[in-house]
């Protein structure tokens, strides 16, 4: 995954909040596929709240970042009451990734973010996916794991 993210030249710890998020609720590839879900819809989150923070800096000056993470955080409840989906590390994984990232606010940051979080996300599934079907080689029929 590192090496991945080097070769392309994208922000390698981006890759690894992938990774992470798609451990943060359940680790089948169904819960995996609702968290980069969430992930993703998170970093939209982001980037509007973060474009707003940059229209209200001349306003607002030092209050323009809590505000926008206020709506921010309004923004991911709404999301969990809307969809039932309440998967709050998630959401609050992509929107501090693109507050972190300080990337410009635009649809191209957005998507090169979401590429990342994919391949991150990709290779947690991958790990996982090997570690289950490495877990079911030492079983035999019986269901006795062996070590």
Avoid at 71 to 89: E, H, Q, S, Y
Avoid at 95 to 116: G, P, R
């Amino acid at each position: 995954m590192v090496a991945l993210s080097l070769a392309s030249g994208l922000p390698t710890w981006v890759a690894l909040a992938g990774w992470l998020s798609y451990h943060t609720r359940g680790t089948s590839l169904r819960d995996g596929f609702y968290n980069l879900a969430c992930l993703v819809t998170g970093l939209g989150i982001g980037i509007v709240a973060e474009s707003l923070m940059f229209k209200w800096q001349a306003d607002l000056r030092f209050w323009a970042l809590p505000v926008a993470l206020v709506l921010a955080t309004c923004g991911i409840w709404l999301m969990n009451f809307v969809t039932g989906i309440r998967n709050w590390p998630s959401y609050l994984i992509g929107v501090a990734i693109v507050f972190i990232a300080a990337m410009e606010a635009s649809i191209s940051s957005y998507l090169t973010l979401t590429a990342v979080v994919a391949m991150g996300a990709a290779v947690g599934a991958l790990l996982d996916l090997t570690r289950r079907s490495i877990s079911v080689r030492f079983r035999d029929e019986s269901g006795t794991e062996y070590r």
